[in-house]
């Protein structure tokens, strides 16, 4: 049982913070529901936004949703430390998943104030917009902007209602006209740290309350839509059906079979959307479209596996008469984390008398998309039973605090060269 030390983080304002976002579109008991560009999520915004100004952080919204908390250093003119996360969630998520790490990032900062110490680069604390994706079907929103990564159509891309991202970001008072403005010029990122439950379950498996991430999965995100020919459900012969539904279920039962090849690799593959038309009982389905979420550290052996769908996809369209098109939603190779930014993470634990064990992550973050344009470091908090995207999504507060505790230390050690401000001592 490994034993910790010196404990800096303000564990109890940080549960309370925790617990007080948690109650902004709250399900159930456990459950969050703050769905990207929503009422419920500028409610989080605004709350987040004022614990960001106690703390002493000079406040904005950019023009793609993202609020951020900016530290100034001593030296504005060095690339700044990025820290956070995100705030929105999934329809039927937890209270964890990315509110940790904007709240973590924003206690560790406020642990800097209050300790008297000033960086010599600026520090800016970032809740990203719409992180998940789980809306527009498309996620990263806030840091791809941020870094220049948007693809054309985006902002077309409508939720399940019918509104486009355009008119929900227009309704937080966000303007597409000036994206530009809010691009940060190349260099001027220098780090970037995360905060995050691991949403697995490898740290529970061996015991650890806290890992650091050696790099995230590339995932590749598709939408597949197979159409044939509806009709009467009791006069169509089964010979002479072109049933897109038929079709659809063999695709993605043979896509199942086709990741779980190999149980010794780190492939994952999901279908978590299927629409089907005219969804009628007694019509035979014309038209089903679904997503497909393939996921792999290995480029080689993803690239294999999507060949091989494509082929799939092509002879069961044939063998029911039926036509398809796919789009690509995200397409993304693994992302390293950078060995120094992992040095710091493993000595700022090391101080604490804790040794942390390294993992890979399966899901994507914030972090893949700023790992095209700087150093990146992500630290990871255990998830009971490995459960997330759920609302009995659990970390306990005391592996929270010490994730925090060691994003913290990692901080102020990325700070080397800090002055002390005499006013906050």
Not at 231 to 241: I, N, Q
């Amino acid at each position: 049982m490994q034993t910790t030390e010196g404990i800096t983080i303000n564990q109890a304002r940080l549960d309370e913070r925790i617990e007080q976002l948690s109650r902004i579109g709250r399900i159930a008991d456990t459950g969050v529901c703050r769905l990207a560009l929503t009422p419920e999520d500028m409610e989080g915004i605004i709350q987040v936004r004022l614990w960001m100004e106690e703390t002493g952080l000079t406040t904005r919204l950019d023009a793609f949703g993202n609020l951020i908390g900016r530290l100034e250093g001593t030296d504005p003119s060095l690339p700044l430390l990025m820290l956070g996360s995100h705030i929105d969630s999934q329809p039927y998520g937890g209270r964890y998943d990315g509110a940790i790490g904007v709240l973590g990032a924003l206690e560790a900062v406020q642990c800097l104030i209050e300790q008297g110490i000033q960086p010599m680069m600026p520090i800016e604390v970032i809740a990203f917009c719409d992180e998940e994706g789980s809306r527009f079907n498309k996620g990263l929103f806030g840091s791809r902007g941020i870094t220049g990564q948007l693809e054309e159509g985006e902002l077309e891309r409508q939720d399940k209602h019918g509104m486009t991202r355009r008119e929900a970001l227009e309704s937080f008072g966000c303007s597409p006209a000036q994206f530009a403005e809010s691009v940060y010029p190349p260099g001027a990122i220098g780090a970037y740290l995360e905060l995050h439950i691991e949403q697995g379950p490898v740290l529970e498996s061996i015991d650890a309350p806290v890992g650091v991430v050696t790099g995230i999965s590339g995932p590749l995100w598709l939408t597949v839509t197979m159409k044939g020919m509806a009709g009467h459900a009791g006069s169509v012969p089964m010979g002479m059906r072109h049933d897109a539904l038929v079709g659809s279920a063999k695709v993605i039962a043979a896509f199942d079979e086709m990741v779980r090849e190999d149980p010794g690799a780190p492939t994952v593959g999901t279908v978590g959307s299927l629409r089907v038309f005219p969804d009628s009982r007694n019509i035979i389905p014309e038209e089903v479209s679904f997503t497909v979420d393939l996921r792999d550290m290995e480029m080689a052996r993803r690239d294999r596996l999507e060949a091989r769908f494509m082929q799939l996809l092509e002879d069961v369209s044939k063998q029911h008469g039926l036509s398809y098109s796919l789009t690509v939603d995200t397409n993304s190779e693994p992302r390293y984390c950078a060995e120094r930014i992992k040095s710091a993470i493993h000595s700022s634990a090391e101080a604490m008398g804790m040794t942390l064990p390294e993992l890979m992550s399966g899901p994507f973050h914030d972090a893949l998309a700023l790992s095209h344009v700087c150093d990146y470091g992500m630290i990871f908090v255990r998830s009971k039973d490995g459960i997330s995207h759920h609302p009995s999504e659990y970390s306990s507060p005391e592996d929270i605090a010490l994730g925090t505790e060691v994003l913290y230390r990692t901080v102020r050690q990325m700070c080397n060269g800090h002055t002390v401000i005499d006013t906050f001592s």
